[in-house]
């Protein structure tokens, strides 16, 4: 049976004398700035001093538009142009902040982008990372922002395209601070990003936020004189709330709280207002992290435990193998890649699943009742689930 234990915020991401924490850039915007910038000054043989590029939207549309101002904007030589756009992070604290974002562009014969990594940019040399292995840490959002900032300065789809390289000087030692050589990421940091903005999650501000939502489920229903109050359900980030308001399109709005690494603090304000049922929506690291006992599940204050899965693989599957397989995982997508790739996805999320529903029952001391569904890394396809996931009973679609 798993210690239940909540890890304190680190003293960097508490929220600062009362006032709202500033949003920041992620790295995978600023490159993508750079980017275009870079390109543009290709096409036009002109430094450029500003860009806008678009940010990805909640349902896939790009209308939201950000500019930047450039830090350095240079002809280095004949037919190749480097811009640089500097990060900021804003109020969560990041070991890439004021980093220098540079892309350097040049053109090439085929039709297209050519995307790779420079200085300073990690290479992938393990799986489990949803990357090419010996390809450059750009994680897909970024390239997809990459490509599409790109694309607004040159029609990518006719006549000659571009090749850009994404550099970070001093990214490797920026990388020490992080876990990437744990992950297999060697050189460099990682390109990343979901969303383009850098909000601060990990901060007190944001528990604030989730607290207050499970309040709000709590109020509406007793303003409705509702007999019951619905399930609350909890999902670690922006995908796989997308995803639970598809699995359970019968509950309200209002029942869908984005918890990120908040899960303990949203407990208890479930239960100080008597919400019965939590169904908790989430994909493999988080939901490992939750197995193994840790409430608040910030990367600084928890780490994905992979013997744990094979602990879990073992009595699942009766294949003592896979389940070596598993703790020599260098992720939890590690781990889901060979379970799925086993034909065991489904038996392991589950166990899985039950173990995360008894430590979020345990968590409350009953008072809670738990359900867990494990969804894909799309956010959109339910994996596995608890015995007490109830699809029918909550309109839900499988």
Not at 16 to 37: D, I, P, Q, S
Not at 301 to 315: C, F, K, M, N, Q
Not at 350 to 361: E, M, P, Y
């Amino acid at each position: 049976m798993s210690e239940l234990r909540e890890p304190d915020l680190p003293r960097t991401m508490k929220q600062r004398g009362g006032k709202a924490l500033r949003t920041g850039w992620t790295t995978g915007t600023c490159a993508a700035a750079a980017a275009k910038a870079a390109t543009v000054a290709l096409v036009t043989r002109e430094p450029q001093t500003r860009v806008e590029i678009a940010l990805p939207g909640k349902d896939g549309d790009w209308r939201q538009r950000v500019a930047f101002p450039l830090e350095r904007c240079e002809q280095i030589k004949p037919d190749v142009w480097q811009a640089v756009v500097v990060k900021d992070a804003g109020d969560d604290p990041d070991v890439t902040h004021g980093a220098h974002l540079t892309a350097t562009v040049t053109w090439r014969d085929e039709p297209g982008l050519g995307l790779d990594g420079g200085e300073g940019v990690g290479v992938v040399t393990k799986p489990g990372l949803g990357l090419e292995i010996g390809g450059p840490a750009i994680n897909p959002v970024p390239r997809a922002m990459i490509d599409r900032a790109v694309g607004e300065a040159i029609d990518l789809g006719g006549g000659r395209g571009v090749c850009v390289v994404i550099s970070v000087p001093g990214g490797e030692v920026m990388a020490r601070k992080t876990t990437n050589r744990r992950l297999g990421i060697i050189g460099g940091i990682s390109i990343l990003g979901t969303t383009g903005i850098v909000r601060p999650f990990s901060t007190a501000s944001w528990r604030a936020s989730v607290e207050q939502a499970v309040s709000v489920l709590a109020g509406q229903s007793r303003a409705e004189a509702a007999a019951t109050i619905p399930p609350l359900v909890l999902c670690t980030g922006g995908r796989t709330e997308k995803g639970a308001m598809a699995l359970l399109p019968g509950l309200p709005e209002v029942c869908f709280v984005e918890v990120g690494d908040f899960t303990g603090a949203a407990l208890r304000k479930a239960v100080e207002h008597g919400v019965p049922e939590v169904a908790f929506v989430g994909m493999i690291g988080k939901l490992t992290k939750l197995a193994a006992g840790i409430l608040m599940t910030h990367y600084t204050r928890s780490a994905v435990d992979t013997e744990l899965l094979a602990e879990i693989t073992g009595p699942a599957t009766g294949d003592a193998e896979l389940a070596e397989r598993v703790r020599a995982a260098n992720t939890a997508r590690h781990a889901y890649e060979v379970w799925d790739a086993a034909g065991v996805l489904g038996v392991c999320g589950t166990a899985v699943c039950d173990q995360v529903a008894d430590v979020l029952a345990r968590f409350t001391e009953g008072r809670v009742t738990a359900s867990v569904a494990m969804v894909d890394f799309t956010g959109r396809r339910l994996v596995a689930a608890s015995d007490r996931w109830d699809a029918g009973r909550w309109g839900a679609q499988r």
